[in-house]
């Protein structure tokens, strides 16, 4: 497997960025997370077992770094802002910000409280046509269409559309 490298000679980035609009380091931040995180969580689901908390550990980093960067907005604000912004589609099934406070909570669970009664709340269903769906009182998530539609947010260059349309007093806010 190939070196993922992150980190670019500091020299060199200053002088890349110096005097630029802050918009260059957001494309930065994307652009990296894409390269990089992004091919390491896309590999979650194909492990067997799939690797199901750490796909839910970074796709959830992920979004809370850009959406204090794109929308000024920390913690379960901001992540729910991004899910709507980026990642929901048509069918209510696929609109995860309606469960946003879950999944939020669900990731605070899987990184600091790791046995915790929250854990019989949430399933993972790879195979249900439907994003999530709750039955019996248990919410049952498709890992799959989740990473497939924050992948799509990448791939279609839904976000950097966003932070080209960003004004600049949006852009300094960042």
């Known amino acids: ?70 929308f000024n907005l920390k913690g379960p604000k901001g992540y729910k802002k991004f899910l709507e912004e980026f990642i929901d589609e048509g069918s209510e099934d696929k609109c995860f910000s309606l469960i946003a406070n879950e999944i939020h909570a669900w990731r605070n669970t899987l990184a600091h409280s790791w046995l915790s009664l929250r854990g019989h709340d949430i399933d993972y269903e790879y195979g249900m046509p439907k994003g999530f769906e709750e039955r019996e009182g248990t919410l049952y998530i498709n890992p799959k269409i989740y990473l497939d539609l924050y992948l799509r947010a990448f791939n279609s260059n839904r976000i950097l559309l966003y932070v080209n349309r960003m004004s600049e007093a949006d852009l300094l806010k960042a």
């Not at 894409?34 to 959830?60: A, C, W, Y």
Request: hydrophobic letters at 40%; charged letters at 15%; zero cysteines.
């Open 1 to 70: 497997m190939a070196t993922n490298r992150t980190h670019q000679n500091p020299k060199e980035v200053i002088e890349n960025f110096m005097g630029d609009s802050p918009k260059n380091a957001i494309i930065l931040l994307v652009l990296s997370i894409n390269n990089f995180l992004n091919n390491e969580i896309k590999t979650t689901v194909d492990q067997n077992p799939p690797q199901t908390s750490l796909l839910f550990m970074g796709i959830h980093a992920s979004i809370l770094t850009l959406s204090e960067v794109l």
